[in-house]
């Protein structure tokens, strides 16, 4: 190196292995350089997408790690210019794992095969939990189904006193049918209520926090809520239906956030149908995408001798929770804490 009494600019690139994400897909690794090239021709964009290496303890936005937007001056010391420079830079503080923030209602497009990725990654990694509340939550469906059914046949034995023939099939009919609406009503309530429990169980699954079988009966003071929700959203739906079907559609997608909006965020009726069309917003196209993609994958678990659906429908459920948290959080709910399982909005409450 040349000895010069003028300032002398060094480009500084620590020698580590860089890694980033954009759009919910991580890559790498990368030097710093070849960073701070991405950052200069728009393959990433610093105030959004995320970088880690080593030495951080969490991803960063790019925007955050000094000397990566632009070169690092030094200044050698006039009366010695012979000194090694020394590097300006240094490691980035360590993340204090707040909480992620919400962004703004639309501002960040859920990308359809990230979900549906991190859906794929979190049913192989939860498989085994899964696979013990699915068994639990059908046999209880099932358990319900077949004790209404045993209601129905002794009601009906019961009912069925001897008189003419056309007085007994009368009384047999007039009663089947009633008993039918009211077990059918008994089952449709009691699906609401465990669904709230499934739901709750996937939010937390999703989110890297614990689970336990006793979950699906645990979000019952939210049923008369869910019951009211589900009413009018089929209302809704069913007009929008009637308007040449693809009113039916759009209003689906729209507010079909209900569900998870009050289990969620505990909220009433008016207000889980708001904040589903807040959340929606330049969403909605993406949301057709992603129901039309969820039906193939369960067509073709189903074509799997329906063995498939084991492991398909798992996917598609956690992978729609994905979304619903991307709309929520941004494209960071597709990523673990660096050398962790742990997802980055574990802290979210």
Not at 152 to 164: E, M, N
Not at 254 to 263: E, N, S, T
Not at 303 to 328: D, E, H, K, N, T
Request: aromatic share 10%; with cysteine.
């Amino acid at each position: 190196m040349l000895a010069s009494t003028h300032q002398t600019r060094y480009w500084i690139i620590p020698m580590t292995e860089w890694y980033y994400a954009r759009g919910g897909q991580q890559s790498g690794p990368v030097s710093f350089e070849q960073l701070q090239a991405l950052v200069r021709s728009g393959g990433l964009d610093a105030s959004k997408d995320l970088v880690w290496t080593a030495s951080m303890k969490d991803w960063s936005p790019a925007s955050q790690v000094p000397g990566l937007l632009s070169p690092i001056t030094h200044t050698p010391d006039p009366s010695n210019p012979y000194a090694t420079p020394q590097s300006s830079w240094s490691s980035p503080s360590p993340s204090t794992g707040e909480n992620l923030l919400e962004i703004a209602p639309g501002s960040e497009p859920i990308n359809v095969g990230a979900c549906m990725q991190r859906g794929f990654e979190l049913t192989k990694r939860q498989f085994g939990t899964i696979l013990l509340v699915g068994v639990v939550y059908f046999a209880v469906i099932s358990s319900l189904t077949v004790l209404l059914s045993l209601v129905i046949g002794i009601t009906q034995s019961v009912l069925a006193t001897p008189g003419p023939p056309h007085d007994m099939y009368t009384t047999s009919t007039a009663t089947g049918t009633g008993l039918m609406i009211v077990t059918q009503l008994i089952s449709q309530v009691f699906s609401l209520f465990i669904g709230l429990g499934l739901t709750r169980i996937g939010l937390n699954l999703v989110s890297g926090k614990p689970v336990s079988v006793g979950m699906l009966f645990g979000e019952g003071n939210k049923l008369l809520r869910v019951i009211g929700a589900s009413i009018l959203f089929g209302f809704i739906v069913c007009a929008g239906f009637l308007l040449l079907i693809v009113p039916g559609i759009y209003l689906s997608l729209r507010y079909g956030q209900y569900m998870l909006a009050i289990v969620d965020r505990d909220l009433g009726v008016i207000e889980s149908f708001r904040y589903a069309s807040s959340l929606t917003t330049n969403n909605r196209g993406n949301l057709l995408l992603f129901g039309l993609l969820a039906m193939a994958i369960l067509l073709a678990g189903m074509l799997a001798c329906g063995l498939g659906l084991i492991f398909a429908a798992p996917v598609v459920w956690l992978s729609y929770l994905v979304a619903y948290r991307w709309m929520q959080y941004g494209s960071r709910v597709t990523m673990d804490h660096p050398g962790t399982t742990t997802p980055l909005h574990s802290s979210v409450p």
